[in-house]
């Protein structure tokens, strides 16, 4: 068997790319379609039964079908459940899927770790070990929805670990094939970016000509606070953060969401509430105030989330408190550490 680091993540590539990948292979462009379609429903080479199985055979040795391995699943009394992943390279991912009525969120990895070190959050606690790939990223979706049968993923976001506009190939590459026709054909526009705030790679994503929500984790309206929250600000302050979230919303005519944890005495001042109304007024936007989620998985105190909701509401700001979930199993927002505590328990225990 070849070594197993080298084969094609067939995850990763578009209908086009498979087509290309089979027709050297000798296959006809219809096999790309029938590929496609069992790739993205989480089936295994070996499962694929309708393909010749000398095609199967020559497969099995040049390429894989999505490389995450179920490590662990936990879930949490809200019934959010949290699964780690482990990659082809022995790394731990993890992924949250947080289930609504009859249908489904999932809350995705871009990277492993992140470099951005922001202070209430557990990922930035680990600094970046790497990117994903985009065949990692479609794989926690499709694994997730493998499991979760019948309720339909309708929902991605990247809002779990690492930097999404920091991967911007490997994510955009992402947000297509999980919208294709042909594969789990979610919306463009039920798809969200969380981003710390990197102003070229947003007005870039303006252009992609991919409808996804944007989610600006702002967390201060001014230099100072945000700061030490978030230490890119240094390197891009809120101007500027601004100003590309006002273009993105321009170019793409969606609304932008603005993340604002709160951190009890430094952020939720009514100073802070005053500014954040002037910033954002004139745009299409909304702010989600966040109870800090402690990283200790101890429960985080909504009081002081509420208070400022109310101020920002008075203000005449679009707002809406959001209570993450999945706390208990360490998955709700700014918890995810990819690390698997305590013994392994093999996947579908
Ligand atoms: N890197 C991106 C996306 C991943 S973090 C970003 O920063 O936006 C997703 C969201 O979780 C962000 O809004 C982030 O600020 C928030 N978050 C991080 N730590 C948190 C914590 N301890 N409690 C609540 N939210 C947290
Ligand atoms: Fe990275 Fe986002 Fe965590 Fe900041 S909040 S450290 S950008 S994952």
Redesign the pocket.
């Known amino acids: 068997m070849p070594d197993r680091a080298k084969r094609v993540d067939l995850l990763g590539l578009s209908a086009e790319e498979l087509a290309l990948f089979l027709g050297g292979l000798g296959q006809p462009v219809y096999r790309a379609r029938q590929v496609f379609s069992w790739l993205h429903r989480g089936a295994g080479l070996a499962e694929m039964t309708d393909l010749p199985q000398a095609l199967r055979g020559k497969l099995t040795n040049l390429a894989a079908a999505g490389t995450l391995q179920v490590e662990r699943r936990q879930t949490a009394p809200d019934r959010a459940t949290k699964f780690a992943f482990r990659t082809s390279d022995g790394e731990i991912i993890e992924t949250v899927l947080i289930p609504h009525r009859d249908r489904a969120t999932v809350?995705v990895s871009?990277q492993i770790g992140?470099a951005?070190g922001?202070q209430?959050?557990?990922?930035?606690q680990q600094g970046l070990v790497r990117n994903l790939t985009a065949g990692e990223i479609v794989s926690q979706v499709v694994r997730v929805q493998a499991d979760t049968r019948p309720a339909r993923v309708s929902n991605v976001?990247?809002?779990?670990?690492?930097?999404?506009?920091?991967n911007y190939d490997a994510v955009v590459r992402a947000v297509r094939l999980l919208i294709a026709p042909g594969g789990l054909n979610i919306g463009a526009r039920h798809i969200a970016?969380?981003?710390?705030?990197l102003p070229e790679q947003i007005r870039r994503l303006a252009r992609e000509g991919l409808p996804v929500a944007l989610?600006?984790?702002l967390?201060a309206s001014t230099d100072d606070v945000r700061t030490r929250l978030?230490p890119i600000n240094r390197q891009h302050p809120i101007g500027e953060v601004i100003s590309a979230a006002r273009e993105y919303a321009g170019v793409t005519g969606r609304k932008v969401t603005f993340?604002y944890?709160i951190v009890p005495g430094l952020n939720d001042t009514p100073e802070q509430a005053r500014r954040l109304a002037a910033l954002i007024r004139g745009f299409p936007a909304m702010v989600?105030v966040?109870?800090?989620?402690?990283?200790d998985g101890s429960s985080?105190d909504p009081a002081a989330a509420s208070r400022f909701a109310g101020a920002l509401e008075r203000l005449g700001v679009p707002v809406a408190v959001r209570q993450?979930r999945g706390a208990e199993v360490l998955g709700?927002?700014?918890?995810l550490r990819g690390r698997v505590a305590g013994q392994r328990e093999a996947g579908r225990a």
Request: charged residues 5%.
């Open positions: 809350c871009s992140c951005f922001c209430f959050c557990a990922t930035g976001v990247f809002m779990g670990m690492g930097e999404p506009l920091a970016i969380s981003t710390c705030g989610a600006v984790s967390h978030v993340q944890v989600n966040i109870p800090r989620n402690p990283v985080p993450s709700a927002c700014g918890q």
